[in-house]
């Protein structure tokens, strides 16, 4: 039972070997697919282990705690690699359909390599509990994302992938520094034994710790777009395609949100982070860009980069619940991300299906689109309710659920703020809604196309857990609590 996350990581990584020598490309994307449905299995056997016999903790190379790799595999890790194993088979199984006609086929074996990867370091970052590999598992991570990005051989793919990379560089340049001054007064890199050292090193060493918790929190702010270090976003979701879009705002993002996290509260610790007021820093930067981003997004006229700019607000949601540092705030987080995932990423799938049946990324391209693509229109439908937060939908639970974790805070005034972005969300959905089912006269008359089986099959997935979870909340809710448990609250 020890070594199950070990083979998860090691499958990831042979499928990243192996794929180019198999033949035809396709097989690569069985594959990993194979591989994601078995890690997702994996996953599912851990977390009822632990439920039985508490977490896992794995010492690599019989070195001593603190001298090598340590996993920790608890309740919080394995619920996310559970859920991100999950949604991303689902999107793989989409990509089967939809790489034929958006992919090049000389591309097609370095895709799902790169996925293989980027998947690797997305399980490490859950599982690893030292912050050097944290750093190793950022830097592969990035690389993988700028790869996808450019997996499309166009010029604005290129200038995106460009612009990520740099900015990427820096953030985990940043994160770097911020390890270094932890190491300087800790003198060790796992976070266990940092967390039990960091109350004397505060004391003893007060700037250094704020010079780290600056380094790194901004490294992360710009990894997971938070206003106003969201430059890189629009243009690297809006140029990707969109099955890479949708694995980069629901899984990519929400890995470097779960980093933040483990920083926060297994590095640092809520005492020093209220000390040093770095929850007033967190609920600024977070009531700004859940206003900024949904003014941005009023203001496109690309349904990608109106999805792109919304993701910006809905960090700033994230944000907001992280910076309340308590247990109903987290738990408030972790359903939040969880819904986040699968609207965003169902809604960036039906980006990619419009594509497909020909139609442009342009808002005024999907007037009277539900005539010829019914289903595809459907779909948008429940991601734009869920985004908005209408009862029925994840999203509305997910709302309500921050809204009590703030009240419980007495910080009414930002139940007030969640009600007016999420009107400026309906001022903006509700329009592509609206536009899809009524013709407007003078555009070019559309022709139905028929979507692949699989591409149907994966949004009917993401559209049933919607509304699943929109219901029945209770479904996820003892695993999340379990996982606040284990964060250590």
């Given amino acids: 039972m020890t070594s199950l996350a070990i083979i998860?990581?090691?499958?990831?990584l042979l499928v990243a070997l192996f794929s180019p020598f198999l033949t035809p490309p396709k097989?690569?994307?069985?594959?990993?697919?194979?591989?994601?449905?078995?890690?997702?299995?994996?996953?599912?056997?851990?977390?009822?282990?632990?439920?039985?016999?508490?977490?896992?903790?794995?010492?690599?190379?019989?070195?001593?705690r603190g001298l090598g790799i340590e996993l920790l595999i608890d309740a919080f890790s394995v619920l996310f690699t559970l859920f991100l194993g999950a949604l991303g088979s689902v999107v793989q199984i989409y990509a089967l359909g939809f790489m034929k006609t958006h992919i090049p086929k000389t591309q097609h074996t370095a895709y799902s390599g790169l996925m293989?990867?980027?998947?690797?370091?997305?399980?490490?970052?859950?599982?690893?509990?030292?912050?050097?590999?944290?750093y190793v598992l950022i830097e592969i991570l990035s690389i993988a994302t700028v790869?996808?990005?450019?997996?499309?051989?166009?010029?604005?793919?290129?200038?995106?992938?460009?612009?990520?990379?740099?900015?990427?560089?820096?953030?985990?340049?940043?994160?770097?520094?911020?390890?270094?001054?932890?190491?300087?007064?800790?003198?060790?890199?796992?976070?266990?034994?940092?967390?039990e050292a960091m109350p004397r090193a505060f004391a003893n060493y007060p700037i250094n710790v704020t010079l780290a918790l600056g380094f790194m929190g901004m490294g992360l702010a710009i990894k997971t777009a938070i206003f106003p270090f969201h430059e890189w976003l629009p243009d690297a979701y809006t140029s990707a395609p969109s099955s890479s879009s949708a694995i980069l705002?629901?899984?990519?993002?929400?890995?470097?949100?779960?980093?933040?996290?483990?920083?926060?509260?297994?590095?640092?610790?809520s005492a020093i982070i209220e000390q040093l007021g770095a929850q007033w820093v967190m609920i600024t930067l977070a009531a700004v860009a859940m206003i900024v981003g949904s003014l941005f997004a009023l203001g496109q006229t690309s349904f990608k980069r109106m999805l792109a700019y919304s993701s910006v607000a809905q960090v700033g949601y994230l944000l907001l619940a992280l910076s309340l540092l308590s247990r109903a705030g987290l738990e408030a987080m972790l359903f939040y991300m969880i819904s986040h995932a699968l609207i965003k990423g169902t809604l960036f799938l039906v980006a990619g299906s419009f594509s497909t049946q020909h139609i442009k990324d342009s808002l005024k391209a999907l007037s009277g689109v539900a005539y010829v693509a019914p289903f595809t229109a459907l779909v948008l439908g429940v991601g734009a309710f869920g985004m908005v937060g209408i009862p029925g939908t994840s999203g509305f639970i997910a709302k309500f659920h921050l809204a009590m974790a703030l009240g419980d805070a007495s910080r009414w005034g930002f139940v007030a703020l969640i009600m007016l972005s999420s009107i400026l969300n309906a001022i903006y959905f509700f329009p592509v809604i609206i536009n899809?089912?009524?013709?407007?006269?003078?555009?070019?008359?559309?022709?139905?196309d028929h979507l692949p089986i699989s591409m149907v099959l994966s949004m009917s997935v993401l559209l049933i857990a919607i509304v699943t979870l929109g219901f029945s909340p209770s479904l996820v809710l003892p695993y999340i609590e379990a996982a606040v448990t284990a964060i250590g609250f």
Avoid: C
């Fill in 436 to 448: 899809s089912i009524v013709k407007q006269t003078g555009t070019v008359p559309l022709k139905r």
């Fill in 147 to 195: 790869a996808l990005i450019s997996i499309v051989r166009k010029k604005r793919n290129f200038m995106a992938a460009l612009r990520y990379l740099l900015i990427s560089e820096l953030a985990s340049l940043s994160v770097l520094f911020g390890i270094a001054l932890i190491y300087m007064v800790t003198g060790t890199l796992n976070m266990t034994l940092i967390y």
């Fill in 8 to 12: 998860q990581l090691v499958l990831f």
């Fill in 116 to 134: 293989a990867i980027l998947f690797f370091a997305i399980f490490g970052l859950l599982y690893t509990n030292d912050l050097f590999n944290t």
């Fill in 27 to 64: 097989r690569n994307q069985w594959l990993l697919l194979l591989v994601l449905i078995v890690n997702t299995g994996i996953s599912a056997v851990l977390l009822l282990h632990i439920e039985s016999s508490g977490p896992i903790t794995l010492l690599l190379g019989g070195h001593q």
């Fill in 249 to 269: 705002s629901a899984l990519v993002s929400k890995a470097y949100m779960v980093v933040l996290i483990k920083i926060l509260f297994r590095v640092f610790g």
